[in-house]
């Protein structure tokens, strides 16, 4: 017989929400976000001592502290496909059997493939021509402002992945609807 730490230890990395192999290393990477936004606050308290305490207002601050909440937004994305939450209609989706929950399944990562498709293309023509001049050399869009950092190039590379990743937990997560077994919960409940 199994201790009870064993079982704990078991249903915390069975998470059921966790489909794919990459949707867990996904919602691994949500702890590493979750310190960037720890930073964004750390420079946001150091701006304001700066700022009015010193009087000596940083350049840096306010465009780091954007990046880093614009990035964590972005990754949010993925992070929410693999944990599976995603805005999805649970009035309907839970009150259907488990064979048309396969199917709407298989319906919405067919519509999501095709939307993440259509945004991975438009995401690369927008980080390419952040990265990349006219003439094809390479140079990073930058904000514009006396301290000028790339981020905006930034940003619009990390949309292009992003979207990447989620077209491939799609991909995944359709390959796993289509082989989901749904016949043994067809049967009456006196068989089981």
């Given at each position: ?70 990035a964590i ?13 995603h805005i ?105």
């Amino acid at each position: 017989m199994a201790d009870t730490k064993d079982l704990q230890d078991h249903a915390e990395s069975d998470d059921p929400e966790i489909r794919t192999g990459l949707d867990r290393a996904v919602a691994g990477s949500s702890r590493f976000f979750a310190w960037a936004i720890f930073l964004a606050f750390l420079i946001t308290v150091f701006e304001v001592i700066a700022r009015y305490v010193f009087d000596a207002p940083t350049y840096w601050a306010h465009e780091s502290t954007i990046f880093l909440i614009a990035a964590i937004f972005l990754v949010g994305g993925p992070i929410a496909l693999a944990r599976d939450k995603h805005i999805r209609v649970r009035m309907f989706y839970d009150s259907v059997s488990p064979r048309n929950r396969r199917r709407l399944d298989i319906a919405n990562s067919l519509v999501a493939m095709v939307f993440f498709a259509g945004l991975a293309y438009a995401g690369w023509i927008m980080s390419w021509k952040a990265t990349h001049t006219p003439g094809g050399e390479i140079h990073l869009e930058g904000t514009g402002t006396s301290w000028n950092p790339p981020t905006p190039a930034l940003l619009k590379i990390l949309v292009f992945l992003c979207v990447v990743v989620m077209f491939v937990q799609t991909v995944m997560h359709l390959v796993a609807a289509l082989r989901r077994d749904v016949s043994a919960s067809d049967r009456p409940t006196g068989d089981r």
